[in-house]
């Protein structure tokens, strides 16, 4: 047999050649990998410690890199993604090979399709023993062809010094492009091996300023702006980078703001401008259609916030976005703003005012509009000073009621006793989808963390537990249904082992309540879709949790007891 055939067994079952180095240099490909992303302020990461994906942990202490052990990948990524969200890095998953990381790819999918940022790291087959039929540990066909199928990039790297690139062009990308997952695959001996890159290549890139629009393109949407009489705003996720001024914008144009669920608290949700995020509803809809122009701002328009609905204004469309592709999606613009939120919205600020120091047309703020200019801007939508904003408003919010009144209810119960600061995640749980997106008034960006095109169930609680470590100064409260919280129900227990005050609103509806009510709707006996349920208040303290029962008459106190009690609870409503 010749020498070049022979492999030996490496620890966890995949093979080496033989000959290959066994031992562990301090600064391994790992290493390299980790010291970029400390470099650009990653402090924590999420995953399950595997065989093949023991050198990714060797660093993480002396970097001061804080891995969260999840009881689920599942529970990694989503809980990356509400981390994420507020502490406005790109998420980080570790996983070890083959199960360890197609487990997470709900979480990645996730990130994919509302447009975070995330990167994936995992151990791959080493060279040359790519698709291999050999029976070893975690064998898997094609990992990186697999999540490449649901991810922004996969990539199967060859050195340290590619998969350092990857992390620097990823965070460049997350900067000035549509953020998107990425998986970085480390063959399993270059991983281990010694780094081929110095610590130099390791440290942070200067990402550069956002993108502006071109002259003629700014000069085009502001000429439609200032010419319309009742403008309105539409937000989406990709709009949250441009901060303050998009309510400088707003309140310059007097044009109300509506947003996605992804965009949900783009200007405070108690702004006398703000229609909340509720553009599933055909009375916003009709809104939009009244209106004379309609700028839309990093959204993609998405059939799955629409509901089918159309809201065409009688005027031009404006879309900025900061891929053009997107501003031809679902909804054809008139005036193409292509750019960086951050740095647009700023451009159209600057040439709305000084189309008006120059004494030219410009947009008229009329009494249909506001009825008092001096009227404070952070008031109770009830106290509106605008008329027709606040008769629709109302509308609104009457609607909304008529989807779900008793989920209705109890948000609004819970939204009085939580503090203005919250963190609310939740998921595609009827209470979520059709209550906390109307009746939870965020104030601030990524308040509710939720995930409205993917549409996932079991994100909410790993989804709090990430926001939570991201921000443990701010309340955090997961507020899901019995269905969603079995999806994820094993993170109660990581959320307990971490210490972490929060709150758990299980909102038990006897299963998937609305399937059952789908299949009612089409004339189907319900089958699959009620649950034999747990008891919840003795499952939270076999976890180690409090657990508190309520009827919909002891909820308010209950909640108060919840936020005031140390560590994990669980409050099981039936409903």
């Known amino acids: 047999m010749s020498n070049e055939n022979t492999v030996t067994a490496a620890p966890g079952g995949f093979e080496n050649p033989a000959g290959a180095a066994s031992s562990h240099p301090e600064r391994t490909t790992a290493r390299a990998v980790l010291e970029t992303l400390r470099g650009y302020g990653i402090d924590t990461v999420f995953g399950i410690p595997g065989t093949h994906s023991l050198e990714f942990y060797r660093p993480l202490r002396e970097l001061g890199i804080r891995p969260i052990t999840t009881r689920h990948e599942q529970g990694a990524s989503y809980g990356a993604d509400g981390w994420s969200q507020v502490r406005g890095l790109p998420g980080v998953v570790i996983t070890t090979s083959g199960p360890g990381l197609l487990n997470s790819l709900s979480g990645a999918a996730t990130a994919y399709a509302e447009s975070r940022p995330m990167i994936l790291l995992s151990p791959g087959r080493p060279v040359g023993h790519d698709f291999r039929d050999i029976g070893s540990l975690h064998e898997t066909k094609n990992p990186s062809a697999a999540v490449n199928a649901i991810v922004g990039v996969s990539r199967r790297v060859t050195s340290a010094a590619e998969a350092v690139t990857m992390i620097h062009d990823a965070m460049r990308d997350f900067a000035h492009s549509r953020p998107r997952p990425i998986h970085i695959e480390i063959p399993l001996d270059i991983l281990e091996a010694p780094a081929d890159v110095p610590e130099s290549a390791t440290a942070p890139r200067p990402l550069g300023e956002p993108a502006p629009a071109p002259e003629a393109d700014v000069a085009a949407a502001v000429e439609a702006l200032a010419a319309s009489e009742?403008?309105?705003?539409?937000?989406?996720?990709?709009?949250?980078?441009?901060?303050?001024?998009?309510?400088?914008?707003?309140?310059?144009?007097?044009?109300?703001?509506?947003?996605?669920?992804?965009?949900?608290?783009?200007?405070?949700?108690?702004?006398?401008?703000?229609?909340?995020?509720?553009?599933?509803?055909?009375?916003a809809h009709e809104f939009l259609r009244s209106r004379d122009a309609l700028l839309v701002i990093g959204s993609k328009v998405g059939e799955a916030e629409l509901w089918g609905g159309d809201i065409t204004p009688q005027g031009p469309v404006v879309r900025v976005d900061i891929m053009r592709d997107q501003m031809l999606c679902n909804l054809t613009p008139d005036v193409e703003v292509p750019g960086n939120s951050a740095a647009v919205v700023p451009q159209l600020l600057a040439g709305l005012r000084a189309r008006a120091d120059a004494g030219g047309p410009g947009h008229a703020a009329g009494s249909a509009d506001v009825a008092d200019s001096d009227a404070a801007g952070d008031v109770a939508p009830s106290a509106r000073t605008a008329p027709d904003l606040r008769e629709v408003f109302d509308a609104m919010d009457e609607e909304g009621r008529t989807w779900a009144p008793e989920l209705a209810a109890l948000n609004e119960t819970i939204m009085d006793v939580v503090p203005d600061d919250t963190i609310l995640a939740g998921d595609s749980s009827q209470v979520t989808y059709m209550g906390s997106t109307t009746f939870f008034r965020a104030p601030v960006p990524h308040s509710l963390l939720y995930m409205g095109t993917y549409a996932t169930l079991g994100y909410g609680l790993p989804a709090a537990i990430g926001a939570k470590l991201a921000a443990p100064e701010r309340p955090v409260v997961c507020l899901v249904g019995d269905g969603a919280l079995m999806f994820s129900i094993q993170e109660l227990m990581t959320a307990v082992e971490l210490g972490l005050d929060l709150p758990v609103i299980c909102v038990d509806n006897g299963g998937y309540g609305e399937i059952r009510q789908n299949m009612v709707d089409r004339s189907i006996q319900p089958l699959g879709v009620d649950l034999v349920q747990p008891d919840w208040v003795r499952l939270a303290e076999g976890f180690g949790a409090t657990g508190l029962p309520a009827t919909m008459d002891t909820l308010a106190d209950t909640v108060r007891t919840a936020l005031e009690t140390k560590g994990t609870s669980l409050v099981h409503l039936k409903i």
């Open 230 to 283: 009742r403008p309105v705003i539409l937000a989406g996720g990709g709009s949250l980078a441009a901060g303050e001024h998009l309510l400088e914008l707003a309140e310059l144009l007097e044009a109300p703001v509506i947003t996605t669920t992804n965009g949900k608290g783009a200007i405070p949700e108690k702004h006398r401008l703000s229609l909340g995020a509720d553009l599933r509803l055909s009375t």
